[in-house]
């Protein structure tokens, strides 16, 4: 069975200085990764996908994720946090049992401070 | 990328009223939808997935009877919540995946608002 857990629920950080969401996933194969984010009371957007291809992704607005298989990691940076990146970051892995669901992890909200 | 819409954005209703959110995939047609359910500060639960031309398949847990979903064509699902009360309050969002692929990219749409009286 394919699961992710995300590591913090909250991280704050100073507007400028790089941003780190962390993201650990179980999977059986190999497996099918993504970061949605979702501004509060909208709806989500794909920041950036990992489907077996370059294990470093880059997504949009500047984040990317390294996809690491020792580590069944795939963490979300950004090198400066925008004000505008304050929003619920989550990570999704497909369900390959289950006719390709996503699965979500709990989710971690990000706050920017000036 | 494509654009999934909801509709209403936010809806109010009494106790005991039943209530229609529709989906829509603008500009793609959609085999399959989803329709999941988030409560505030929680992550996305999935209530069901909805196939055009045939009946919705519902996570453990969720009442079939309560939540009605028809996806009568490839562009339109429509999630009911018949006599609804207080606890159905919630974010509902919806989701279409592209073409007929288990594996094809899923759009989301901006999700409703509902308050139950």
């Known amino acids: 069975a394919q699961s992710v857990t995300q590591l913090d629920s909250h991280v704050s950080v100073s507007e400028g200085t790089p941003v780190l969401l962390r993201c650990n996933y179980s999977s059986s194969y190999s497996p099918s990764l993504f970061w949605y984010v979702q501004h509060p009371n909208k709806g989500l957007q794909l920041l950036l996908k990992?489907?077996?291809?370059?294990?470093l992704v880059k997504g949009i607005n500047g984040f990317e994720a390294e996809f690491k298989k020792s580590e069944t990691s795939f963490h979300l940076t950004k090198p400066s946090a925008h004000m505008s990146d304050a929003a619920e970051y989550f990570c999704v892995v497909r369900n390959y049992n289950q006719g390709g669901k996503l699965i979500f992890g709990q989710g971690t909200e990000l706050s920017v401070k000036p | 990328g494509a654009v999934v819409s909801q509709h209403p954005s936010r809806v109010i209703c009494k106790s005991g009223t039943s209530v229609k959110i529709e989906c829509r995939s603008l500009d793609f047609q959609a085999t399959t939808m989803f329709w999941y359910r988030q409560f505030p500060k929680q992550s996305l639960m999935l209530m069901a997935t909805s196939n055009e031309g045939s009946k919705a398949t519902y996570e453990q847990g969720v009442e079939k009877d309560k939540f009605l979903i028809n996806h009568a064509s490839l562009t339109l699902s429509t999630l009911t919540v018949t006599s609804a009360h207080p606890e159905d309050s919630s974010f509902y969002i919806c989701?279409?995946?592209?073409?007929?692929?288990?594996?094809?990219?899923?759009?989301f749409g901006p999700g409703t608002r509902l308050t139950v009286l």
């Open positions: 990992y489907t077996s291809a370059a294990t």
């Open positions: 989701s279409a995946r592209e073409g007929g692929g288990s594996y094809n990219e899923q759009f």
